[in-house]
Nanobody
Framework: QVQLVESGGGLVQAGGSLRLSCAAS????????AGWYRQAPGKQRELVAT???????NYADSVKGRFTISRDNAKNTVYLQMNSRKPEDTAVYYC?????????WGQGTQVTVSA
């Protein structure tokens, strides 16, 4: 069964750092384009950052300069480094990736930033 598995979530104090990982399993395909999204309580899911197979990146204005998306193709894994965390970054973070012709979502990982 093909799936994207996120890890690295947890509780961090404001100003702290955290790195999320998204690893593909069960697929013969490498992660092509990928992205991180988040959904805070009572809000819609929003785009955080994307990365293409060639490494081009794009960020939401709210995280520019604080978050970095990257990839390790050898490990078939996409990362989200989150620095200078703010309480408003609290959300469930989801990984989304294109493997072959199918786009998959991870199960989500909770990130909580305390003031």
């Amino acid at each position: 069964q093909v799936q994207l598995v996120e890890s690295g979530g947890g509780l961090v104090q404001a100003g702290g750092s955290l790195r999320l990982s998204c690893a593909a399993s069960g697929s013969i395909f490498s992660i092509n384009d990928a992205g991180w999204y988040r959904q805070a309580p009572g809000k819609q899911r929003e785009l955080v950052a994307t990365i293409t197979s060639g490494g081009n990146t794009n960020y939401a204005d709210s995280v520019k300069g604080r978050f970095t998306i990257s990839r390790d193709n050898a490990k078939n894994t996409v990362y989200l480094q989150m620095n200078s965390r703010k309480p408003e970054d609290t959300a469930v973070y989801y990984c989304n990736g294109l493997l072959g012709l199918t786009r998959y979502w991870g199960q989500g990982t909770q990130v909580t930033v305390s003031a």
